[in-house]
């Protein structure tokens, strides 16, 4: 049926009536329109009573009877027409009553409807995404009945409808600009209508951007803050306004934390105000949804509230395993403990350093060795009961000039057989980092030495390690050479395994591997889906695999046998809970503090909590620029990713800080930013200083231990006390800066010393961040994360160090006034390289530039003393066993290379030398002969080297 059909007088009336073209019937979806000489009339069908038809011989004349008593009349048409709109008329009519019936059900929707609009435009309410996509699904949804929506074809009585229909089109037609106009005009107006209440809601009127966060209703928002930009401030208030404007009880509100001191915090200031108002962190509203689901509160394991007792749990599973599995875990400790990065990897002989330094080398039999793969032949041969020598001196003297005395990788004693291993690859290639013409020339040299004076060698390769034959080709080498390989016994090599720290490692490694995949959303199944693509890597995380299923299965089973459950359990059995239909239909707003801290299964969590409630709106308030817990399961990714997690939501942004002034603000700033997968905002300092706050500090030796000294500077509080932070990367730093000894000197200071993790919320009038150099416990740190961890994990950031970069902005962002941060010239950090290059930073306490590298890994060399006084070496050892002779003249300085030239950087010394052109690593200085004075190599007395020239 077309939606419009139009009649018009006979052609025969036409001719004979000069008017008749101006008449016309025309049958509109809604309503008859009726055209003759003296204007139209528009009938809706609804107030038709009938018609009656006057019949003429060929002619009809029509009169369309109105339910007010009056007719319209529509003449001349043919009797075959008249039929025609006597069917049409019928059909319309039942499609009219229809309609109206319809539309008197959707009435009072309609008069909602356009309630809404008219409130949302009025700038009366906050209007959300879902709120859009309901209105316009319910709209099409409910008005499949209109012929069109196109409002100029609804009669004009119509007017209720056509008003819903052009508001309904305007929304649908830019429903994203409809919902930014309307939010905008609700902001201005609802920010005029509480203004006296944020001025008086907290002790501090709010700032512009708190009120902005707190007047936003949408079913998700994130609110962005900046360090010390009041994000507990902002959730009182949150929960103060949605009280007050009474769009919710307390009962009706949840406010959830990360930590317990936070949670009584907010307790504090919010449930005498707000009674009934739940506060809760993770673990207890894990606890709570538990109990109401099941009846009865459970049980919590004593080895979730102590990491020492869950250590000796687990060091015992891994025993008991051990006696169950000897040849697996002999396995795993010999050829998997450490995790393997191959050398093939790493551009610099530093780089590679670093890393094999941290994770720690020390064998079985108590030696420190150089490489992952020598570890793994020291272990192998401990285990075996093969009786070896690590690095001792080769039977035959053989030091030359160039060369010292030689020392073979491995030596046993039992069979006077030589062990070399040679970091080559299968294209008979040296890691990028050696020179490989020297390398190869060196091992000529050892093969040349051995054949000279008939020792036996055998040789193994870093290719093997790769092709996971390393120690089982050794073992054939060696059994055809008539060595017996005797392993220990089961219960010597668990004592060794246990004396030597092996079982704690591992316990350590598996107690925090526990902990995460139980917090994750993963099954046992899922790990080996997971494994990492590099062949030695994939074998250690299958043995090691292997190794937790069991651990897991038995812990379980040690938690269901006792009724018990852990803080895992209590996220993740309240989940199963929800999903099974566990409600909390009196919650409508979820609001959480330090949401960057959250983790992908606490992200599931709130899902499920919000799935469980009628559409409970979540206010998450976080600073992704302070998320430095991915090593307890926090994944970044869920703040900065908002949307993949949580859908369409309202973004607000807390840039103004209390705490500190606007120089530590740039220098902070700009240092995070440099990853630039950080979220974006600018933070504005409230406190105004033009003295640079951000203080570098080259401890002085002679100005006594390194906190007087900064004490020094910092001034005597005119009343009261002056508190000092004292923070540090690492917590075995608290014994060794004399903190007892300041208190005592200066009882006007109130020292607190605190790790920078555990530092994340507090605050003082200074800061004091020390241990920013490089070396083992460096800052950024170089104690890897096991990789094995990355099973359970969020995926690593590709920015270098970007947690560790996030870890030195909280360090510099917890003062009032400054804070001063203290390198190592002589191991510096690439950190506190990366700061001295702010122009906002105070460089006037650091000591003159020290350039003291190792020539053989670029490693700062480290001022040390032997019995022969003092001396200078790499910062690597033993790992690169470089060392340097002070200056000959002050006994002092470092001696550097510049050209010929070799200069003592002492300031008060400033000797210069000529380097030896003979064996380049000695230098010329005057000696006396029985013919006179001449110039001779300083490496004369070792022997090393016999230049002389004479002086000219």
């Known amino acids: 049926m077309t939606l419009l059909t139009e009649f018009r007088p006979s052609f025969f009336h036409r001719i004979f009536s000069s008017d008749a073209g101006q008449r016309f019937l025309r049958f509109s979806p809604y309503f008859l329109t009726l055209k003759s000489a003296d204007g139209s009339v528009q009938v809706s069908y609804s107030d038709l009573d009938g018609l009656e038809v006057e019949r003429q011989f060929i002619w009809s004349r029509i009169n369309f009877k109105l339910a007010n008593g009056s007719q319209e009349v529509f003449g001349w048409v043919t009797n075959g027409t008249q039929e025609k709109i006597a069917q049409i008329l019928k059909a319309r009519s039942a499609e009219a009553k229809n309609f109206d019936d319809r539309n008197a059900t959707n009435a009072e929707w309609i008069e909602g409807c356009t309630n809404w609009y008219l409130s949302a435009t009025r700038g009366e309410r906050w209007v959300t995404y879902r709120e859009i996509d309901d209105i316009l699904q319910e709209h099409e949804d409910r008005l499949t009945y209109l012929w069109s929506t196109d ?14 229909i052009r508001y309904m089109n305007e929304v649908k037609a830019n429903r994203t600009g409809f919902r930014s106009k309307c939010n905008l005009e609700f902001e201005g107006q609802e920010l005029r209508r509480y203004q006296s209440f944020f001025d008086s809601v907290l002790s501090n009127p709010l700032t512009l951007e708190q009120r902005k966060a707190v007047i936003v209703n949408e079913d998700a928002e994130l609110v962005v803050a900046a360090a010390g930009s009041g994000k507990t401030t902002t959730i009182k208030s949150k929960v103060a306004y949605l009280v007050h404007k009474g769009m919710a009880s307390p009962h009706q509100i949840l406010v959830i934390s990360f930590n317990k001191n936070v949670q009584q915090d907010l307790e504090k200031s919010l449930a005498s105000p707000y009674p009934g108002i739940n506060i809760n962190t993770f673990h207890a509203l894990g606890l709570k949804i ?244 590099n062949d030695s890597d994939a074998a250690r995380a299958r043995k090691f695999i292997e190794i937790f299923g069991k651990v897991y299965q038995r812990y379980q089973e040690h938690l269901a046998s006792s009724s018990l459950i852990d803080f895992n359990d209590m996220i993740r059995l309240a989940e199963q809970a929800l999903d099974g239909g566990h409600e909390l239909k009196d919650i409508k707003y979820v609001l959480i503090d330090e949401f960057q801290d959250i983790s992908i299964g606490r992200a599931q969590f709130i899902k499920s909590l919000i799935r469980s409630t009628d559409h409970a709106k979540l206010v998450a308030v ?178 270098e160090h970007a947690e560790e970069r996030r870890l030195l902005y909280v360090a510099l962002t917890r003062t009032k006034h400054a804070v001063y941060v203290v390198g190592d010239p002589s191991a510096e950090s690439t950190f506190f390289n990366e700061l001295i290059k702010d122009p906002d930073v105070d460089k006037s306490y650091l000591g003159r530039a020290i350039n003291r590298r190792c020539t053989a890994c670029q490693a700062p060399m480290a001022e040390r003393n032997s019995q022969h006084g003092l001396f200078f070496g790499c910062s690597n050892y033993p790992i690169c066993e470089a060392t340097s002779r002070p200056c000959i003249a002050c006994g002092r300085g470092f001696l550097v290379r510049y050209g010929v030239h070799i200069c003592c950087d002492n300031p008060r010394c400033n000797k210069e030398y000529e380097a030896c052109p003979e064996c380049e690593d000695g230098m010329l200085v005057r000696r006396d002969g029985k013919y006179g004075a001449f110039l001779g190599c300083t490496n004369y007395s070792s022997g090393q080297c016999s230049y002389t020239r004479n002086i000219r």
Do not use: C
């Not at 409002?151 to 819903?164: C, G, I, R, T, W």
């Not at 030689?406 to 020179?435: C, M, Q, R, V």
């Not at 740039?666 to 974006?680: D, G, H, P, T």
């Open 290 to 533: 538990l109990a109401e689901a099941q009846g009865q509160k459970p049980s919590l394991t004593e080895l979730a509230e102590s990491r020492e007792k869950l250590g000796e749990y687990l060091d015992g599973l891994i025993k008991q395993i051990y006696e169950d599995n000897y040849a697996e875990l002999a396995e795993f400790f010999v050829s998997y403990a450490k995790p393997y990065r191959d050398q093939f990897d790493f551009k610099s002989m530093g780089d590679y350093i670093a890393y094999v330094r941290s994770v720690g080398l020390i064998t079985l039999n108590g030696e420190t060795v150089k490489s992952l793969e020598e570890l793994e032949l020291a272990n192998f041969f401990y285990a075996n009961g093969v009786n070896y020598l690590y690095e001792q001196d080769y039977e035959h003297p053989v030091a030359s000039i160039k060369r010292r005395q030689y020392k073979p990788d491995f030596y046993l004693p039992d069979y006077g057989i030589y062990i070399e291993h040679f970091a080559i690859d299968i294209n008979g290639n040296t890691p990028p980092f050696i020179n490989e013409k020297d390398y190869l020339e060196s091992r000529d040299w050892k093969i040349l030495t051995h054949q000279q004076y008939k020792t036996k060698l055998v040789q193994t390769f870093s290719r093997e390690k790769r092709s996971g034959t390393l120690t089982g080709n050794l073992r054939r080498n060696l059994e055809q050479q008539g060595v017996i390989f005797s392993p220990l016994p089961k219960d010597q090599l668990l004592d060794k395994l246990n004396s030597s720290g092996y079982i704690s490692e591992l316990g350590i490694l598996l107690g925090t591997f526990l902990n995460l995949f139980k917090g994750s959303l993963l099954s046992l199944g899922d790990l080996s889906n997971r494994l990492p693509q």
């Open 151 to 164: 409002v100029s074809d609804l009669p004009m009585f119509k007017l209720e409808l056509a008003n819903h």
């Open 622 to 799: 976080g600073d992704d620029w302070q998320s430095i817990y991915r090593f307890s399961g926090s994944d970044i990714s869920v703040m900065t990713s908002f949307e993949d997690h949580f859908g369409r939501h309202e973004v607000r942004m807390l840039p103004e800080t209390f705490r500190f002034d606007q120089m530590v603000e740039s220098v902070a700033s700009r240092f995070v930013l440099k990853n630039e997968a950080q979220i974006k905002k600018k933070v504005i300092a409230k406190v105004r200083d033009n003295s640079k706050s951000v203080i570098l500090w080259h401890p002085q030796k002679e100005s006594g231990s390194l906190l007087e000294s900064i004490a020094q500077h910092i001034p005597v509080a005119s009343s009261g006390k002056t508190s000092v932070l004292i923070l540090a990367r690492y917590n075995f730093y608290r014994d060794q800066l004399g903190i007892a000894e300041l208190k005592a000197q200066r009882p006007d200071l109130t020292l607190t010393f605190s790790s920078v993790h555990a530092a994340k919320g507090a605050e003082a009038d200074y800061a004091i961040l020390v241990g920013v150099k490089s070396g083992r416990y460096s800052f950024p740190s170089e104690i890897a994360d096991d990789p094995l961890l990355d099973l359970v994990l969020s995926a690593r950031e590709h920015f």
